[in-house]
């Protein structure tokens, strides 16, 4: 059987995330491999539930902690019902933020204590950990005037304020340069082609050519 990749992609708004993990889902099917796309909070029924409930309202509707629980009881049913038997059966799975995400968001930018997160992470997560993550960098003020121009966005963090977000990206950075083996820093900064040939280089690299 095919071996089971997780790949999760990272960074602030507007980043470019989505756009690009699409492009690469099908690059990586073109060589005949099943791909499951899913994204967090949410990626399964449940999990999708409390996304409503994370996303929508005021920014200060939930406090830090409260979010990252909800992050974790989202995570785990993702992990347990999507994720896990998907890699166990040789897919390879993208997914649009994961542990990272709270994190830099609930930890770095929100203030939550990285004790807590960390011992959610080891007791929610177990073996699960992604073989790669894409971190999108770019400079706060073009993430979120791209994230402002699309449409349909839940706007809740988005509305947190400029030094919200250059924790945010920092937070990111620092997972970065603290986990090398299994983040790679992306640009985002250029067009769709640029970022895209980024993306494709670094999977090539740490899991096609050396994986
Ligand atoms: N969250 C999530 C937490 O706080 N803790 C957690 O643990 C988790 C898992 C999710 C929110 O939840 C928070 C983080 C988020 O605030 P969401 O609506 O899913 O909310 O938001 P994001 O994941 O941030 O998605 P965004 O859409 O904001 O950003 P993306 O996916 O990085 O960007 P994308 O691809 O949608 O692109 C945004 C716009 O820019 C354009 C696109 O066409 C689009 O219009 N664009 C470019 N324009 C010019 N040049 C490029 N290279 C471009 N790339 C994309």
Same mark, same amino acid.
Do not use: N
């Given at each position: 059987?095919?071996?089971?990749?997780?790949?999760?992609?990272?960074?602030?708004? @507007?980043?470019?995330?989505?756009?690009?993990?699409?492009?690469?889902?099908?690059?990586?099917?073109?060589?005949?491999?099943?791909?499951?796309?899913?994204?967090?909070?949410?990626?399964?029924?449940?999990?999708?539930?409390?996304?409503?409930?994370?996303?929508?309202?005021?920014?200060?509707?939930?406090?830090?902690?409260?979010?990252?629980?909800?992050?974790?009881?989202?995570?785990?049913?993702?992990?347990?019902?999507?994720?896990?038997?998907?890699?166990?059966?040789?897919?390879?799975?993208?997914?649009?933020?994961?542990?990272?995400?709270?994190?830099?968001?609930?930890?770095?930018?929100?203030?939550?204590?990285? @004790?807590?997160?960390?011992?959610?992470?080891?007791?929610?997560?177990?073996?699960?950990?992604?073989?790669?993550?894409?971190?999108?960098?770019?400079?706060?003020?073009? @993430?979120?005037?791209?994230?402002?121009?699309?449409?349909?966005?839940?706007?809740?963090?988005?509305?947190? @304020?400029?030094?919200?977000?250059?924790?945010?990206?920092?937070?990111?950075?620092?997972?970065?340069?603290?986990?090398?083996?299994?983040?790679?820093?992306?640009?985002?900064?250029?067009?769709?082609?640029?970022?895209?040939?980024?993306?494709?280089?670094?999977?090539?690299?740490?899991?096609?050519?050396?994986?």
């Amino acid at each position: 059987m095919a071996q089971g990749r997780f790949i999760t992609f990272e960074g602030g708004e @507007g980043a470019g995330k989505s756009t690009q993990l699409k492009r690469l889902a099908a690059r990586l099917e073109v060589g005949g491999r099943e791909v499951v796309a899913t994204r967090e909070p949410g990626g399964s029924p449940g999990a999708e539930s409390i996304r409503e409930l994370v996303l929508k309202g005021a920014a200060d509707r939930w406090s830090p902690v409260t979010e990252t629980l909800l992050m974790y009881a989202a995570r785990r049913d993702h992990v347990e019902r999507v994720i896990r038997p998907a890699v166990g059966r040789g897919a390879w799975v993208v997914c649009d933020r994961f542990a990272d995400s709270t994190r830099a968001y609930q930890g770095a930018a929100g203030g939550t204590d990285p @004790g807590l997160i960390a011992a959610l992470e080891t007791f929610t997560l177990e073996e699960t950990r992604p073989d790669l993550t894409l971190i999108f960098d770019l400079p706060v003020h073009v @993430g979120l005037e791209r994230a402002h121009a699309r449409a349909g966005s839940e706007m809740r963090f988005e509305s947190k @304020g400029q030094a919200f977000h250059e924790r945010l990206r920092e937070g990111f950075l620092a997972i970065a340069r603290g986990e090398p083996q299994r983040c790679a820093v992306i640009d985002a900064t250029g067009s769709l082609e640029e970022v895209e040939a980024r993306v494709w280089t670094a999977v090539e690299d740490r899991l096609l050519v050396h994986g």
